[in-house]
Antibody, heavy 120, light 108 residues
């Protein structure tokens, strides 16, 4: 049974860098594409980016200049860094796995999510 | 970027059928995936590739997709189905996922 668990600080100061890690259990991180998604309070889902174990990445164009997603195969983890944060980056951050479907990809397994607040 | 439009809310009485729509330009030419998100919980995939269900999802959840509208249908609605529902497609031009704005299903 594949499980994902986010970890990282729940409070980040404005202008600093938000850093989160997702630990994958029950599957090898080399088996899939992995993604970060966020949800501001009371709002909808926003895709942040995804990564393959090889290090190949794709980012949301609206966040691309501030986002870095990386993978650590030795720890079966992947990570998110979002720089120069503002209050608008306050959200629940989810990590998720991308499942290959007949036509494209869907998010089949999600972490429980971690709330990150940007505030001084 | 590709845009998906969902109604903000849908209400239905227990035992009735709920239909949640997801509009997009020629969305019938894409695969649509649907997620259920209950308060305080992570989203759960309930339908993928327009009409397939992951293991463990009740048959009451079904989907269709044609023209400019995809529809998630929930039959014999139960109180436990009250949640936000999101549609998602893959933007093949940008090579990334796109979510709809979400629909809050209220069971009366």
């Amino acid at each position: 049974q594949v499980q994902l668990q986010e970890s990282g600080p729940g409070l980040v100061k404005p202008s600093e860098t938000l850093s989160l890690t997702c630990t994958v259990s029950g599957a090898s991180i080399t088996s899939n594409y992995w993604s970060w998604i966020r949800q501001p309070p009371g709002k909808g889902l926003e895709w942040i980016g995804y990564i393959y174990y090889s290090g190949s990445t794709k980012y949301n164009p609206s966040l691309k200049s501030r986002v870095t997603i990386s993978v650590d195969t030795s720890k079966n983890q992947f990570s998110l860094k979002l720089s120069s944060v503002t209050a608008a980056d306050t959200a629940v951050y989810y990590c998720a796995s991308l499942m290959t479907t007949v036509s494209d990809w869907a998010f089949d397994i999600w972490g429980q999510g971690t709330m990150v607040t940007v505030s001084s | 970027s590709y845009v998906l439009t969902q109604p903000p809310s849908v209400s239905v009485a227990p035992g009735q059928t709920a239909r949640i729509t997801c509009g997009g330009n020629n969305i019938g030419g894409k695969s649509v995936h649907w997620y259920q998100q209950k308060p305080g919980q992570a989203p759960v995939l309930v339908v993928y590739d327009d009409s397939d269900r992951p293991s463990g999802i009740p048959e009451r959840f079904s989907g269709s997709n044609s023209g400019n509208t995809a529809t998630l249908t929930i039959s014999r609605v139960e109180a436990g189905d009250e949640a936000d529902y999101y549609c998602q497609v893959w933007d093949t031009i940008g090579d990334h996922p796109v979510f709809g704005g979400g629909t809050k299903l209220t069971v009366l």
